[in-house]
């Protein structure tokens, strides 16, 4: 049997029947039922944030928040990420700037951040990257400058928190996605964490259609509700995530104990103050007697299917080639990493004589 990347996290079968068993009851699957409330409560216990809506995905309450905003212009963020981080932003009309990375962190870097802020600039748009935390109060520093708000891709940071505070509470908004791949899923979900109830109250409408009441419509919406069964989900799951993280420091820690003080790799650091969620399991070859390339060929051969991950650069897509700012050439670190970055299997289940066969396979002559 192969061995992937990631695999979902799923609570005991019994748990989740009993969970939708009342759905059979009310016939109420969805348009933000009884399952949906609680997992919302749910949500906002666990995170800390003061407002937070649910999605049918990730990538569907981005694009809500960024109209949520009424963004026009041009949106500072980040190529090292995934496709949805910049298809939202061109999906919703406005225009990428693309900001070069940390090397370290592999989050959008603040140093660089400033120079490209210009009168066209409507908002930031960072991403934590692995569960690594952007730069969250230099970011917060310059976008207050220059009165810009700041909605962090959050995808890679549930359950991550820095001195105590989850990652929903940074910035004015932050978009989860709830994928099945995800540290925390609910099948396919997603959320946004702001600190507007204007805002929340906005995105709820642009959810559902725009619709605010029966007699009320005052946004052209569409359709990005959560139904039950996957709010079920969520609430089962979220009861077990700290289990899981457990699980995962497990893994990362054996990982880190084969590979970490080899020449020519490089793991991922982990940030002061910070309790990591151990999402991803990223290793840069910079200098390895092996290419990256040859890496991935070497694990396939084997059964195991790593990830370069993120490669190639959102800027450097077939889709946006040839139009203005789409230049992987103008993020040079972050075109430096992407070359060399595998993301390792990473999954609570995961054996660790399972690791220990990835990182012979890897170190061996």
């Known amino acids: 049997m192969a061995i992937n990347v990631t695999r979902s996290s799923m609570p005991p079968f019994e748990e989740y029947c009993e969970e939708i068993r009342e759905l059979w009851d009310s016939h109420w699957l969805t348009n933000m039922g009884a399952k949906h409330r609680q997992l919302e409560e749910d949500l906002k216990r666990y995170l800390g944030c003061g407002e937070l809506t649910l999605f049918t995905n990730g990538h569907l309450a981005l694009e809500n928040v960024i109209e949520a905003f009424e963004l026009e212009g041009e949106i500072i963020t980040t190529p090292f990420t995934f496709a949805s981080t910049t298809h939202a932003i061109v999906r919703c009309g406005c225009q990428p700037v693309f900001c070069d990375i940390d090397p370290v962190s592999y989050t959008l870097d603040p140093e660089k951040l400033e120079a490209l802020i210009t009168d066209r600039t409507a908002a930031i748009l960072p991403v934590h990257v692995y569960g690594n935390l952007c730069d969250v109060d230099r970011i917060g520093e310059i976008a207050a400058r220059h009165h810009l708000p700041v909605i962090y891709d959050a995808a890679h940071s549930f359950g991550v928190f820095r001195r105590g505070v989850s990652s929903a509470c940074f910035g004015d908004a932050a978009m989860f996605s709830f994928h099945a791949t995800k540290v925390f899923n609910t099948i396919e979900g997603g959320a946004v964490c702001c600190r507007s109830e204007e805002i929340r109250r906005r995105l709820c409408d ?151 066969r990835i990182c012979d396979i890897i170190l061996k002559p």
Do not use: W
């Open 206 to 356: 642009l959810k559902n259609f725009g619709i605010h009441d029966e007699e009320n419509v005052p946004y052209v919406g569409g359709n990005a509700k959560m139904n039950e069964f996957c709010a079920a989900m969520g609430i089962c799951n979220l009861r077990h995530l700290e289990t899981e993280i457990e699980k995962r420091r497990l893994v990362a820690e054996r990982y880190d104990e084969r590979l970490k003080n080899v020449e020519g790799l490089r793991v991922n650091a982990p940030q002061a103050e910070t309790k990591p969620n151990y999402a991803y399991y990223p290793v840069v070859f910079d200098g390895f007697r092996l290419t990256r390339d040859e890496v991935f060929a070497r694990l396939a051969a084997e059964g195991i299917i790593p990830r370069k991950y993120f490669y190639p650069l959102t800027s450097a897509f077939a889709c946006y080639e040839g139009q203005d700012g789409f230049d992987p050439a103008a993020t040079p670190i972050a075109a430096h990493i992407a070359a060399r970055v595998l993301t390792l299997p990473m999954y609570a289940d995961l054996p660790l004589e399972t690791v220990d």
